[in-house]
């Protein structure tokens, strides 16, 4: 790995992590100026940087949430599909190494994989979760993209920081007035990111679940918020119906096997399970908002004033 170009670095939350890890272990790294939906100004960018290695994490996720593509279904499938194929198939023409940061959220708890059975979807199984427009479109892609040699296609879902970031899976369900309690696989990206570079600069290609091995449920994540940022924080449950009625677009809820990713990750690469991963997590987290002045008692109101479900809306007050 002599030198990465980044695609979603200037702008992107994974994107922008991923070139301070490169400079952070010494690797020439260049944050890609061209939109990805644009072919030609791709190809005329890897030419004139020449990359080992492209890192893709750019497209469209919606603001404040993935409801957004329910009504800008021409603009998600641009980038989401058409970009993403683009980057893949120049970088196989010119022999460049491409990592994609990919989704887990293309799959829904079944009667093969029932919720709470430890059975977790593989790489070979087939999407069956559509009831996202987003998630749609990753369902699209992936099947086309893994015939690619050279892509190294990465399945991350409700990703972590170590902060609070609007971006992360604790932010938003922190905001929320109620949350749903279903068990999940998720992705620690202070563990899973250096994983990824490993994995890239080893020359992984194909699909790869990448997930820390496990699950956890939102209200375990949200009890060890409580113990670690704020002893007076508060949450309750509505069921996943309930949550229905308030979004435009369904979530996935599912179990990844890691088995491929443990079996294949480079030796020297830590990955914990689950529940260890977030209480390792919530650590550097306080530790990080204690440094921010964050805490112990300066959160954002935005924590402690909650937002409709995960629609990102302010509660409707009844008269």
């Given at each position: 790995m002599?030198?990465v170009?980044?695609?979603?670095?200037i702008?992107g939350w994974?994107?922008?992590?991923?070139?301070?890890?490169?400079?952070?272990k010494?690797?020439?790294?260049?944050?890609?100026?061209?939109r990805?939906?644009?072919?030609?100004?791709?190809?005329?960018?890897l030419?004139r940087?020449?990359p080992?290695?492209v890192?893709m994490s750019?497209?469209?996720?919606?603001?404040p949430?993935?409801?957004?593509?329910?009504?800008?279904?021409p603009?998600?499938?641009?980038?989401?599909?058409?970009?993403?194929?683009?980057?893949?198939?120049?970088?196989?023409?010119?022999g460049?190494?491409?990592?994609?940061?990919?989704?887990g959220?293309?799959?829904?708890?079944?009667?093969a994989h029932p919720?709470?059975s430890?059975i977790?979807?593989?790489?070979?199984?087939?999407p069956n979760?559509?009831?996202?427009f987003?998630s749609?479109?990753?369902?699209?892609?992936?099947?086309?993209?893994?015939?690619y040699?050279?892509?190294?296609?990465?399945r991350?879902?409700?990703?972590?920081s170590?902060?609070?970031f609007h971006?992360n899976f604790v932010?938003k369900i922190a905001?929320?007035?109620?949350v749903v309690d279903?068990p999940?696989s998720?992705?620690i990206?202070?563990?899973?990111l250096p994983a990824?570079?490993?994995?890239?600069?080893?020359?992984?290609?194909?699909?790869y679940?990448?997930?820390n091995?496990?699950?956890?449920?939102?209200?375990q994540?949200l009890d060890?918020?409580?113990?670690?940022?704020?002893p007076?924080?508060?949450?309750?449950?509505f069921s996943?119906e309930?949550?229905a009625?308030?979004?435009?677009a369904?979530r996935?809820?599912n179990?990844?096997?890691t088995t491929?990713l443990m079996?294949d990750?480079p030796?020297g690469?830590e990955?914990?399970?689950?529940?260890t991963?977030?209480?390792?997590c919530?650590q550097r987290?306080?530790v990080?908002?204690?440094?921010?002045g964050?805490?112990p008692?300066?959160?954002?109101?935005e924590?402690?004033h909650?937002v409709?479900?995960?629609?990102g809306?302010?509660?409707?007050?009844k008269?």
């Amino acid at each position: 790995m002599t030198c990465v170009l980044i695609f979603g670095g200037i702008t992107g939350w994974i994107g922008q992590m991923m070139n301070q890890l490169c400079q952070d272990k010494g690797i020439a790294v260049h944050n890609a100026e061209s939109r990805i939906e644009n072919r030609g100004d791709v190809e005329a960018e890897l030419d004139r940087i020449k990359p080992s290695h492209v890192l893709m994490s750019a497209g469209i996720t919606g603001r404040p949430n993935i409801d957004w593509c329910e009504d800008h279904k021409p603009e998600t499938m641009r980038v989401n599909v058409i970009g993403t194929l683009n980057v893949a198939d120049v970088c196989y023409t010119r022999g460049i190494h491409c990592t994609v940061y990919a989704t887990g959220c293309i799959f829904k708890y079944d009667d093969a994989h029932p919720l709470g059975s430890g059975i977790g979807f593989t790489e070979e199984d087939v999407p069956n979760f559509d009831g996202s427009f987003y998630s749609k479109t990753k369902g699209f892609m992936e099947p086309m993209l893994k015939e690619y040699p050279n892509c190294l296609i990465l399945r991350v879902r409700m990703p972590v920081s170590d902060d609070l970031f609007h971006r992360n899976f604790v932010t938003k369900i922190a905001k929320y007035e109620k949350v749903v309690d279903v068990p999940n696989s998720m992705t620690i990206l202070h563990e899973m990111l250096p994983a990824s570079l490993a994995m890239a600069q080893k020359g992984l290609t194909g699909v790869y679940n990448f997930t820390n091995p496990g699950v956890i449920s939102h209200n375990q994540v949200l009890d060890l918020f409580k113990k670690y940022i704020d002893p007076n924080f508060t949450y309750s449950n509505f069921s996943v119906e309930e949550q229905a009625k308030i979004l435009k677009a369904a979530r996935s809820n599912n179990e990844l096997d890691t088995t491929k990713l443990m079996r294949d990750v480079p030796e020297g690469v830590e990955i914990n399970d689950i529940l260890t991963a977030f209480d390792k997590c919530f650590q550097r987290m306080k530790v990080n908002l204690e440094a921010m002045g964050w805490l112990p008692d300066n959160l954002p109101a935005e924590f402690t004033h909650k937002v409709n479900g995960g629609t990102g809306k302010p509660i409707e007050k009844k008269e």
